[in-house]
C-alpha cells in the first residue's frame, strides 16, 4: 500500500534533517562553528538554505541536534549479567572503538564546548536537555548495571563516565603516548573500586 500524503512528507521531512544534520556535522567538524555558514550546509546536503531554516530555527539549534545524535556518542556493548568491573571494561572498549570517530569530530567538539561556555542563554537549553539524555541513558544502562554495585545512582554514574571519557579523549587529542588504549579500558575498570 502507498504512504499516504502526509506519511511519506513526513519521511521526507526526517531524511531532509538527517542529511542537514549530517552535512553540519561534516562542515562545523572541518571549518568550526563560526566559520561555516549556513550556504555551506546547505551546499554539502544537496538543499537549499531554506530547507535549514524549514527544519531548524537557526544554526545553533542545528549544532544541538549534531550533539543529540545517537550515534555521536560512545556505543558500548555490554553483557547481561555480567560482573561490574567486566561492564566497566567494555565502557572502556567502547571508548576505545569510538577514537577514530572523536578524532575526526574534534573541531567540532572544541568548538561546542567553547561556544557553550561564552553563551549562557544556549548554557541553559543544553542543561535541560542533557538531563534528560542523561535519564534516558541511564535508563538504557539499567540493565547491565546496578546501584548497589556501583555505589551511587545510575544518573549520577552516566555524568560521571561522561566526564571521564571526555577528559581521556580531549587528553588523548593532546598527548596520544600518554594516553594508550590500555590507560583509558584501566580508568573505566577502577570505576569498579579494587
Do not use: C, W
Not at 562545523?28 to 537549499?48: C, M, S
Not at 554514574?157 to 596520544?176: H, K, S
Amino acid at each position: 500500500m502507498p504512504d499516504s500524503p502526509s506519511h511519506s512528507s513526513s519521511g521526507k521531512r526526517a531524511r531532509t534533517r538527517a542529511r542537514l544534520i549530517e552535512a553540519a556535522l561534516k562542515v562545523i567538524g572541518e571549518k568550526g562553528f563560526h566559520a561555516a555558514t549556513l550556504d555551506d550546509i546547505a551546499t554539502e546536503a544537496g538543499v537549499t538554505k531554506g530547507a535549514i531554516y524549514g527544519n531548524f530555527k537557526n544554526k545553533e539549534e542545528l549544532f544541538l541536534a549534531i550533539i543529540e545524535l545517537p550515534a555521536y556518542g560512545v556505543r558500548p556493548v555490554f553483557r547481561l549479567g555480567a560482573p561490574l568491573k567486566e561492564q566497566l571494561r567494555r565502557f572502556g572498549e567502547g571508548v576505545v572503538a569510538f577514537l577514530p570517530t572523536a578524532e575526526k569530530r574534534g573541531v567540532l567538539f572544541s568548538e561546542f564546548q567553547r561556544y557553550i561556555q561564552t553563551h549562557p542563554e544556549l548554557r541553559k537549553i543544553v542543561d535541560e536537555r542533557n538531563r534528560e539524555l542523561v535519564r534516558r541513558y541511564a535508563g538504557s544502562l539499567a540493565p547491565y548495571f546496578r546501584e548497589d554495585e556501583l555505589d551511587m545512582p545510575l544518573e549520577r554514574f552516566v555524568v560521571i563516565a561522561d566526564a571521564l571519557l571526555d577528559g581521556l579523549i580531549a587528553q588523548r587529542f593532546v598527548t596520544p603516548s600518554a594516553v594508550p588504549d590500555d590507560l583509558i579500558v584501566a580508568a573505566f575498570e577502577r570505576l569498579a573500586g579494587s
